[in-house]
């Protein structure tokens, strides 16, 4: 399996009610790619995110990571829904990090980072310390362990949010956003660490708005509108020299 | 031109003559009222301080403390349980949390506590098991007889908790919709099942919620200890000093003494919810920035 690619989305449909966000969505990313996915609010992006994660469930198509069927399990031709441990099993493989961080306010930034070791992966707790450290050291906030959320600045929180997604040892990072709710100085530090992290080989998906760092880091890129893809390719491709009139448009404006 | 020295205003302060005014009325007031009340023959001091610490009002003020706690925790344990369940995926423990909600909130408590009493009157035995198969005189369970003489003290109990769990639940449910629902989505991205999610991430964060209607359910409850009677159960605080006053015929120092112990009691209770406030607000006070 390991030529495999990581996510596979086929014919990806998804509806709230009768407005339906994603209208089809096909793409692939393989083991150790970044793949960036731009677009205008509403194209559906984020959605499609959440739905590879499971937080949203789809419609129809077929979505996998790493071979295994996202929410389903499959035997002689058949879907079964997945029981809701064997979900969050699947779930604990693959890390998430939100727009507006969602780390825990009553916890320290090293029990956010231990929390899922301790209580998903049954690790003791001064084994999950060391670790926890370590990957706040990753982040650079290793002397910030004892501080609670609300007196971190926001960079400092998603660098936290993005150890504590890193706790589960995920082989496929997700990224909603992770840098649109921050004050323009302090998005540098938080696509820093995107960055060493695209170095070490994780595969991520990243939703962004930063088209510097997708040019720079990104092994390709998906224009997504209306809840379709409307262009990939290599990010010199589409951000340099993008072919539709949707795209051309897009990136007029963010540019 | 003169330098802008660095010294503080002189000025004078604004007066507020009509605080003073008022504040001297209200305490003429009270002064002449307690003066009245400690010559006038009808609140019978002499009594009052006979029966204050007198043995039998302090047991009775013993079982109507222990009584409150004893409800109270129970129907703290019950509403969590009974909030949850209304937000469970799972339809049958939404629905059995509903009605639970719907028939001990939609009716009195007194009415419930004379019910209690009425038990044994209405069922003989209470049976734990497969009902109507049996192997000879084997049944798939175990009997428990009601006896006439069911302890009243732990009717009352189950009849206060389970009317206060209603409104506990309800807390709860208020604390546990406040909590952003994005914790649960990056508890659940984490792998936590829903369960340890609940427990780890949602409830503690509603606690800072949940606690102070809780302290003011716990002072309620204090008081609504004196509806027992119903059960009926006279050995609480209320019907204890009724009872005491039916031997003196002055029923006034004895709710003298009832209003000093319940008094007593909420003052500490409301200290208790103070300290248990500054607990619960890890992460929002600017005090608990840093952990110890």
Redesign the interface.
């Known amino acids: 399996m390991t030529n495999s690619p990581m996510v596979s989305a086929v014919e990806i449909h998804k509806s709230f009610g009768s407005n339906e966000v994603l209208k089809g969505i096909n793409l692939e990313v393989n083991k150790g790619e970044v793949l960036c996915l731009i677009g205008p609010s509403g194209s559906g992006k984020s959605t499609f995110l959440r739905c590879i994660?499971h937080?949203e469930k789809i419609d129809s198509g077929r979505l996998s990571v790493d071979g295994a069927i996202i929410g389903y399990r499959e035997h002689n031709g058949k879907l079964y829904e997945l029981k809701?441990?064997e979900a969050?099993?699947q779930?604990?493989?693959?890390?998430?990090v939100?727009q507006?961080f969602?780390?825990?306010?009553?916890?320290?930034a090293l029990d956010n980072v231990t929390?899922?070791m301790i209580?998903?992966q049954s690790i003791d707790k001064d084994t999950a310390t060391k670790e926890g450290m370590a990957l706040l050291d990753r982040v650079g906030l290793s002397e910030k362990a004892?501080?609670?959320?609300?007196?971190l600045s926001g960079g400092q929180q998603q660098r936290v949010?993005i150890a504590?997604?890193l706790a589960?040892k995920p082989k496929l990072m997700l990224f909603d956003e992770p840098t649109s709710a921050l004050d323009p100085e302090l998005v540098g530090e938080v696509l820093d660490v995107m960055k060493g992290l695209a170095q070490s080989g994780m595969t991520m998906l990243v939703v962004t708005h930063e088209m510097g760092f997708a040019k720079e880091v990104a092994d390709s890129v998906i224009f997504m509108d209306n809840g379709v893809v409307v262009e990939s390719g290599k990010p010199s491709d589409v951000l340099n020299n993008p072919q539709h009139e949707r795209t051309k448009n897009f990136l007029s404006k963010v540019i | 031109m003169a330098q802008p020295a660095k010294t503080s205003i002189k000025a004078v302060p604004l007066r507020h003559p009509f605080r003073w005014a008022a504040a001297l009325y209200f305490v003429v007031l009270a002064a002449a009222f307690l003066l009245d009340a400690f010559h006038r023959s009808a609140y019978d001091w002499k009594s009052f301080r006979k029966y204050i610490f007198e043995a039998r009002v302090f047991k009775a003020a013993g079982v109507t403390l222990s009584l409150t706690i004893i409800s109270m925790f129970l129907a703290i344990l019950l509403g969590i349980v009974l909030a949850v369940m209304r937000r469970s995926?799972n339809p049958v423990f939404r629905n059995v949390s509903w009605v639970f909600i719907w028939i001990f909130r939609g009716t009195p408590v007194y009415v419930q506590l004379v019910f209690w009493g009425l038990l044994s009157t209405i069922y003989h035995s209470f049976f734990i098991g497969i009902p109507d198969i049996h192997f000879g005189h084997f049944y798939l369970g175990v009997h428990f007889p009601i006896s006439q003489t069911a302890s009243l003290y732990w009717l009352a109990i189950i009849g206060l908790s389970l009317n206060e769990a209603a409104y506990m639940a309800e807390i709860v449910r208020a604390g546990l919709l406040s909590v952003?629902t994005?914790?649960e989505?990056?508890?659940?991205?984490?792998?936590?099942?829903?369960w340890?999610t609940m427990r780890?991430?949602v409830i503690?964060?509603a606690m800072r919620i949940i606690i102070p209607p809780t302290g003011n359910e716990i002072i309620s409850m204090l008081k609504t200890t004196s509806l027992v009677t119903a059960v009926p159960l006279v050995t609480d605080l209320y019907a204890r000093t009724r009872n005491i006053s039916d031997e003196i015929y002055n029923p006034i120092p004895l709710l003298m003494v009832a209003c000093t112990w319940y008094l007593f009691f909420t003052t500490i209770l409301m200290f208790v919810q103070y300290f248990v406030e500054k607990r619960f607000a890890?992460?929002?006070s600017p005090l608990?920035?840093?952990?110890s």
């Open positions: 994660n937080l809701p441990s969050a099993k779930r604990s493989g693959i890390g998430m939100f507006r969602n780390l825990f306010p009553h916890m320290t929390s899922g209580r998903v004892n501080h609670y959320p609300a007196h949010a504590r997604a589960m | 995926p952003d994005g914790q989505e990056a508890a659940e991205s984490l792998g936590m099942s829903w340890t780890f991430i503690p964060q890890r992460g929002h608990s920035g840093v952990q």
